[in-house]
């Protein structure tokens, strides 16, 4: 059965940071390039930054690049998103998503092409 579960969500204050894990089970995780999507209250879901089998990261939402640090662990079959100085406009449903098998990431931030989704975890930053 294919998994992805995030979790460390939660309510933090702006400027604060928070740490999100998503772990995979059920497929080849060195095989799928694996990105973090968000989804705001009364908009649609955007890719934010994928990262590759190769550790190469792709950047979706510009002003993330910098606040945001994607990692994975392949022992461990997870990646994380830290996130840094976070801003009321980060607010939002932060999902992981795998695709595969391939070895980049998508060219877009879209949700096709990508095959496996997580439920999601919910990050709220107040002002």
């Known amino acids: 059965e294919v998994q992805l579960v995030e979790s460390g969500g939660g309510l933090v204050q702006a400027g604060g940071s928070l740490r999100l894990s998503c772990a995979a089970s059920g497929f080849t995780f060195d095989d799928y390039a694996i990105a973090w999507f968000r989804q705001a209250p009364g908009k649609e879901r955007q890719g934010v930054l994928c990262?590759?089998?190769?550790?190469?990261?792709?950047y979706y939402v510009d002003p993330v690049q910098g606040r945001f640090i994607i990692s994975r662990d392949s022992a461990a079959n997870t990646v994380d998103l830290q996130i840094n100085s976070l801003k009321p406009e980060d607010t939002a449903v932060y999902y992981c998503?795998?695709?595969?098998?391939?070895?980049?990431?998508?060219?877009?931030?879209?949700?096709?092409?990508?095959?496996?989704w997580g439920q999601g975890t919910q990050v709220t930053v107040s002002s």
């Open positions: 998503a795998a695709v595969g098998p391939t070895s980049r990431c998508p060219i877009y931030g879209h949700q096709p092409p990508y095959d496996y």
């Open positions: 990262i590759s089998t190769t550790d190469v990261v792709a």
